[in-house]
């Protein structure tokens, strides 16, 4: 029997016998241009329908809104005036002098000791971020698939298959993430004017299915980095092996704070969060809700051992009160 | 630009237009590398520099002439560069009158043709002489009509001979020096705050940034791009920044120089192998009536044998290009057919061909891939232009608004065209993709890359390649047997060209012409190796002189693909860099006077003592075998004539110009003009715009009042256009594609929250625009990314509008096009239009439909009273014209400023 | 597929690889098995350049069944090192878009509507319309007896997206038959 929750090795939880290494992502947004390579990448290869309605969508520079069933990666920008920057710098900062619980970090420099000067620009940002899904180590959607339908493959990534899902939907509500989702009977809602245009669009493919970023399950059986990481201009996306991935983020993190950003901090890295920690790691520069993430993100089945042991202290009771019942009746 | 010590993006949103080149700004700025961003908008570059410093638009020659007016001062200017690399200590001649000393005109202008004489700008000669053109003078007012200045795209101005005077202790008032010195010395950064609207500390901080990056160890680099050029002294911007970087040793150096980033997979080579009117290939001049009117006045005007460098021997050139063009049919006796080109008499660009097009002169108009009722400035002249043409033929991969306006343009909707009346024949011809046809594109750092052909263009797609010949062909054919001397040019063409099974002519052959050829001789029929074994006695061909190499040997190097992860950084077996395979132009100057590298941090190409020759990571720009201390008689003319200390191997005086004494039609010098429309008086001149800047005084490209002239205030506010990461200039190949379009669905503007507030602007609701052309709708964006500045003790709003959409039925999404609020005022060094700043007026609210709309454009017209006199004036002084206001010189008719 | 023996039923597979939850190898579909990229199995992969900006970053286009299936960055180029923004990404789009229009549609004078002409038919009424106008709009001399050989009723407006070589038959055949005014994106 594989783990529900705490740290593991999911791929090996899963039975698979081989030896890869678990793959993800770390997708650094200090350094995101905002470009949306990673979406158009991510729609082509994938052959996702384009699913916005074709009007602003009222948030900076986003047009798509959040991750989909037609979207796998997403593009956030926030702008932030000089209070919330003070404000993120100084939560980054706690979380330094707390031990840096969400990091954990490698041998750190004192950075009590370093040049806190912060950047240049202090009064004015605007942050991008390329938010995906987050193929957790305790995956709620894998975990409470009833179809077979959502695995864990060899490189520890959680893949919807298409020809198994029955469209159930049980999934969409054990993604603590709000990630997986199905995809809509494919007629997107256009502004009138336009209709016409898309008479000639190819039919959407995998209506009604669970669909999410497969991390590009077709392209790693290939030894392909996936289309998002691949394109990604400045390599704010990385993509290799997850413990790698990992290090990386927080040797970028201590980086940073040594350059006085210390509203840096990592998401998703520690193990023992209430998802095992995740596949596809972020270097975030303020509070993850600021993003659009939940702050402490918890895969529903995790609770599900002690569930069952009280389910079954339960049923132990009742069934002991039963005997009880019945030996008391009988005698 | 990996190999920066600071970068400063001025005039570009790097990373949004360029988002992969950008990873070399990410990587340089990864190693420590400052990055600071001076753009009117806080963009996606902003967002991922170190500073971003907003500047009001169009004022940049101030922000960059204080920079200037810096390092000399605080004298940080790097000496042994300057002092032997540019021309700091020529002498200039007695004539000359800087712009301080006239209001803010140089000497020469001649105010009847509102252009320039420049001979008194020229060097001085020993006696008292002038080192003028080879030619002689030509008039500023005929130089810009032809756009001359688009000639230097490889080749510096020609000079008589390059025998100068000079001051090697940079102390007479007449050398180059201490003009530029004087010229500056008002350009201080309390002016930078009053005029630019950037605070005293940020222009510290950006001083500081350049210099303390700059010299022997270090190294600034400038990366520009339309921001900088489409402005009415577009030219004089970059000359700026090329002073400064001048100043400064950051000219051919790792790390160094101003990276123009171009906007279009191969408009550089577009310019090289020009599609130009007033260009050959190579930059070889067009002929003009008058001033080229035979083989031999042409060659004399566009280089003496005297001036230094490869430029000298231009005819060569010239004559290899006939050769290929007309073959056989070129010969001695005919002057190589040189009669066989046409002549220009003016200017005949693109924007006084649609001029011409309202006039009913032209009938026939192709568009390839472009689409000006959307991209040009003035998009309602455009189109109307259209429907004078007799025939319009439009090649492109999508039903482009510049092939449908005929049936639902905005003037189809506003009444003034009638589908049912416009008499205009319409072609439609769909076009092949990149992968659908073989060629090579030139990106933007001269790099020549082959694309191979993936598949068949599909349906009746083709590529130009085989539309043009077969066209050709055609005409060739009709033609066959006439006897008008008028069609010997076309039945003459040397238009023999090998087809594949589908009739598509094989593009290395065409490749193969341009490389160029020997014709006689032992080596008859074998490719050029480089340009230098051009010959002027027609024993060679070659179709762009500057291209020569890439076919050396037979070989199409453009398709050489050695990894990049398998070659040192400047990857020369990557593709094909003109010239000669180099990577960095004027790589001389990476090493001391005596030929040893600056530093060795920033070592780059060096002088080898026992191999007695030029060594190093690049093709060296400069003679191999020129020893650093040669010091020929310049009298030789020619490569002959280069000293060793010459880095700059394409002007005819090998010096990099400081003080550019021939070029320039609109001052020797970078000067602040403001824009042609503005709401800020210059505070540097009593003149207000650039006094040869090219105007349409018409009554369909009014100009909004300046400041402190009636009618200002009826169009208070800047607006600037721009493109997303998420579109492709006219939307021609992103506005079809759904992927792209869901990203950025919508025309909208962005404001700032003052603004939003001044004029009750909703979020994400809608506004109109008005400028005194038109007045277009979009969704408004409100932003602090947005920021008003103080400017001149008065708040100055910019607006910022994409210019990706357009109004027309056939794209996946549409919108108003911000082109159409511009006019047409184009810089006379190469009629490139002003489009990055213009007046406007905004209020909530859609635009009114139909005839409203023309009613709302000629309200506002009639409010602030302008008309075709408006703006239009070329000298603004009175005084300095020497006429006194007569009674109607009051502000009503006229427009100069108040000073 | 494989036969449908009781061997592939999913309860078996939990039991037989260990996989009690049926969260791995249990529950693979012969098709999740089978996945392969497309970009594996192509007829070809042709390197080309990317049509937007000037970057000039290098794209590997994969072909199968003389369809463009997929089109990414080229890792050998030392310019992009295998990247492209979301316009290269889009680059199959623009190539197999459904919107794209090819094929010839004219509009006669005072036409309302579109109709279809057959590529040949086309281009020789270009052709035509060339040599007519050109005749008709000939400037041989200016008023002082000056040469010029030239037509000022034709002009062109190109883009530039298209390449050298094409740019170059433009610029011989236009400026053979003295049209003078060919333009391009660079003035813009």
């Known amino acids: 029997m594989g783990q529900l929750s705490g740290p593991t090795d999911p791929t090996a939880d899963a039975h698979w016998e081989h030896n890869h290494p678990r793959k993800g992502f770390f997708t650094d947004t200090s350094i995101c241009i905002g470009c949306k390579a990673c979406e158009v990448a991510c729609k082509e290869w994938n052959h996702n329908p384009q699913d916005g309605n074709l009007e602003l969508l009222g948030s900076s520079y986003d047009n798509t809104g959040s991750l989909g069933a037609s979207t796998w990666r997403h593009v956030a920008f926030i702008e932030q005036g000089q209070e919330r920057i003070a404000e993120a710098r100084e939560s980054g900062r706690a979380l330094v002098s707390l031990g840096m619980p969400r990091i954990g970090p490698p041998a750190a420099p004192d950075l009590a000791e370093a040049d806190t000067t912060p950047p240049d620009t202090a009064d004015f940002r605007w942050l991008m971020s390329s938010d995906v899904c987050k193929h957790c180590t305790h995956a709620g959607c894998l975990d409470v698939c009833p179809t077979g339908a959502l695995f864990r493959t060899e490189f520890g990534t959680v893949v919807v298959q298409d020809d198994v899902c029955n469209g159930c939907g049980t999934c969409v509500a054990g993604c603590p993430f709000g990630v997986i989702e199905r995809r809509s009977n494919g007629t997107i809602k256009v502004a009138t004017s336009r209709e016409d245009q898309h008479d000639n669009h190819p039919a959407v ?40 991935m990992v290090e990386t983020a927080r040797e970028r993190v201590a980086n940073l704070h040594a350059q006085g950003m210390t509203e840096a901090r990592l998401y998703g890295a520690n193990e023992n969060d209430g998802v095992g920690g995740i596949g596809s790691v972020f270097l975030l520069l303020d509070e993850p809700e600021v993003y659009g993430l939940p702050p402490d993100p918890r895969v529903p089945t995790a609770d599900l051992p002690r569930m069952y042991q009280r389910a079954g202290l339960a049923v132990a009771g009742m069934a002991a009160a039963a005997a009880l019942a019945f030996l008391g009746g009988r005698a | 630009m990996a190999n920066a010590d600071c970068i400063i993006i001025q005039g570009s949103n790097m990373a949004e237009c360029h988002p992969v080149g950008y990873q070399w700004v990410a990587e340089a700025k990864a190693r420590g590398a400052k990055v600071i961003h001076i753009d009117p908008r806080f963009t996606r570059t902003s967002a991922v520099s170190d500073k971003h410093i907003p500047i009001r638009a169009g004022s940049d020659v101030v922000l960059l002439g204080a920079l200037i007016n810096y390092v000399i001062t605080n004298d940080l200017w790097f000496k042994e560069y300057v002092g032997a690399y540019t021309n700091a200590a020529t002498l200039v001649h007695d004539d000359y009158r800087d712009a301080e000393d006239l209001g803010g005109l140089f000497s020469g202008f001649d105010p009847e043709k509102g252009a320039y004489d420049s001979s008194s700008w020229s060097y001085a000669e020993e006696e008292g002489g002038t080192i003028g053109e080879p030619s002689g003078p030509e008039h500023g007012a005929d130089a810009g009509a032809r756009a001359a200045g688009d000639l230097f795209g490889s080749g510096g101005p020609a000079l008589e001979h390059a025998e100068v005077q000079r001051d090697d202790t940079l102390q007479d008032p ?12 008002r350009y201080t950064p309390e002016m930078v705050e009053n005029m630019c609207g950037i605070k005293a500390a940020d222009f510290e901080y950006l001083a500081r940034a350049i210099t303390e990056n700059s010299g022997r160890e270090r190294t600034t680099c400038f990366a520009y791009a339309v921001g900088w050029t489409q402005h009415s002294l577009g030219a004089q911007f970059i000359r700026a920044a090329a002073i400064l970087q001048l100043l400064l040793g950051n000219v051919g150096r790792p790390g160094s120089g101003i990276m123009a980033l171009r906007g279009h997979a191969s408009i550089q080579g577009s310019t090289d192998i020009p599609t130009l009117f007033n260009l050959l290939p190579g930059y070889l001049p067009m002929p003009s009536a008058g001033r080229h009117d035979t083989l031999q006045e042409y060659l004399d005007a566009n280089a003496s044998k005297q001036q230094k460098g490869f430029w000298a021997d231009a005819d060569a050139y010239t004559i290899s290009l006939l050769k290929a063009w007309w073959g056989d049919a070129a010969t001695a006796e005919n002057n190589w057919a040189f009669d066989y080109l046409p002549r220009l008499t003016g200017a005949h660009g693109t924007y006084e061909t649609v001029m011409s097009m309202l006039r009913d002169e032209v009938e026939g108009y192709f568009l390839l891939g472009q689409n000006p009722a959307v ?22 991969l999508n039903m482009i608004e510049s092939a449908t306006w005929w049936k639902d343009g905005p003037e189809i909707e506003s009444g003034e065209l009638r589908t049912e009346d416009i008499e205009t024949e319409v072609f439609f011809l769909p076009a092949a993709t990149h992968v659908e046809k073989a ?27 085989q539309f043009f010949y077969e066209l050709g062909q055609r005409i060739r054919a009709k033609l066959a047997g006439s006897d008008d001397d008028r069609d010997r040019p076309l039945l003459d063409l040397t238009w023999d060209y090998p087809t594949d099974e589908h009739g598509d002519p094989d593009p290395e052959a065409v490749l193969a012409e341009i490389n160029g050829r020997h014709l006689d001789g032992p080596d008859a029929g074998k490719p050029l190796s480089t340009y230098t074994e051009m010959r002027a006695d027609g024993s060679t061909s070659g179709g762009c002189w500057i291209y020569t190499g890439v076919y050396a040997d037979g070989v199409n190097h453009a398709a050489n693909r050695k990894p990049g992860r398998e070659q040192g950084p400047a990857a020369p077996e990557w593709g094909w860099a003109w010239p000669a395979n180099r990577r960095i132009l004027y790589n001389r100057a990476s090493a001391d006077p005596s030929g040893k590298p600056w530093s060795e941090r920033k070592k780059y190409i060096w002088w080898d003592e026992e191999q007695r020759r030029w060594v190093g990571d690049d093709v060296p720009d400069f003679p191999v075998d020129l020893a650093p201390g040669s010091k020929p008689d310049p009298a030789l003319g020619g490569p002959a004539a280069l000293s060793g200390d010459d880095p700059f191997i394409m002007q005819a005086d090998g010096k990099g110009w400081l003080f550019a004494p021939k070029g320039l039609v609109d001052g020797p010098l970078p000067t602040h003009y403001e824009a042609q429309e503005s709401p800020v008086a210059n505070g540097l001149y009593p003149q207000q715009q650039s006094p040869a800047r090219l105007v349409f005084p018409r009554k369909d490209n009014l100009s909004a009042p300046s400041a402190g002239t009636r009618g200002a205030d009826v169009y208070p506010f800047v607006f600037t256009t721009y493109r997303l990461t998420e579109h492709h200039t006219a939307g021609g190949m992103s506005r079809w594609l759904p992927y792209l379009s869901e990203l950025q669905p919508e025309m909208f503007c962005e404001v700032s929250p003052e603004l939003a507030a001044e004029r009750g602007l909703e979020p994400y609701g809608w506004a109109t625009i008005i400028s005194p052309r038109s007045a277009i709708e979009a969704k408004v964006l409100v932003t602090d990314r947005m920021r008003p500045l103080a400017v001149g003790g008065h708040t100055v709003h910019q607006i910022g509008l994409p210019y990706h959409w357009g109004v027309g039925n056939n ?38 439909r139909g005839e409203e709309l023309l009613a709302l454009v000629a309200e506002y017209q009639a409010r602030a009273g302008v008309t075709i006199e408006t703006g239009n004036r070329a000298i603004t002084d009175p005084e300095a014209e020497g006429i006194a206001p007569g009674p109607s010189g009051d502000a009503s008719a006229g427009d100069g400023p108040q000073t | 597929m494989a036969s449908r023996s009781f061997l592939q039923w999913p309860v078996v597979r939990q039991l037989s690889t260990g996989d009690l939850l049926g969260r791995g190898p249990a529950v693979t579909s012969a098709k999740t098995k089978a996945i392969t990229p497309r970009t594996a199995t192509a007829d070809r992969v042709v390197q080309s350049v990317c049509p937007y900006c000037a970057v000039g970053c290098g794209q590997r286009v994969y072909v199968k069944d003389e369809k463009v299936v997929q089109i990414e960055g080229d890792p050998d180029s030392p310019i992009s090192r295998g990247r492209l923004c979301p316009k290269g990404s889009a680059s199959e789009q623009l190539v197999n878009s459904p919107g794209r229009q090819t094929k010839v549609l004219y509009r006669a004078p005072r036409s309302t509507e579109w109709e279809h002409l057959d590529l040949a038919t086309a281009v020789d009424m270009v052709a035509d319309r060339f040599i007519e106008t050109r005749r008709r709009t000939w400037q041989q001399e200016d008023e002082q007896g000056r040469l010029l050989r030239r037509t000022m009723g034709i002009a062109s407006l190109g883009g530039a997206t298209l390449d050298n070589e094409e740019n170059y038959l433009i610029k011989k055949l236009f400026t053979a038959a003295g049209a003078v005014q060919t333009e391009n994106q660079a003035r813009i």
């Not at chain 1, 493919?205 to 289309?227: E, M, S, W």
């Not at chain 2, 998009?379 to 232009?385: F, I, K, P, T």
């Not at chain 2, 184009?826 to 002003?834: G, K, M, T, Y």
């Open chain 1, 205 to 244: 493919p995998n209506v009604g299915i669970a669909q999410k970023c497969t991390l590009c399950y077709d392209r790693l059986v290939d030894d392909q980095t996936p289309a998002c990481a691949k394109a990604c201009p400045t390599t704010s996306i990385k993509f290799g092996d997850h413990d790698d």
């Open chain 2, 174 to 185: 007449r050398t180059v020096f201490q003009i530029v010195k004087r010229h500056y010395a």
């Open chain 2, 375 to 396: 991209g040009s400035a003035h998009g309602r002249m455009q189109r109307l232009g259209m429907s004078h043409l007799k025939w319009l033929v439009v090649r492109d």
């Open chain 2, 439 to 465: 060629g090579s594109f030139t990106q933007t750092q001269r790099l020549l890359q082959w694309r191979h052909q993936a598949v068949a263009p599909p349906g009746e797609c083709q590529s130009e390649l």
């Open chain 2, 811 to 848: 794209a996946v999404v549409s919108g108003d096009a911000a082109n159409d609020l511009l006019g047409v005022t184009l810089d006379p060094n190469v009629q490139i239009q002003e489009s990055k700043v213009a007046s406007c007026d905004i209020r909530p609210g859609r635009r009114p």
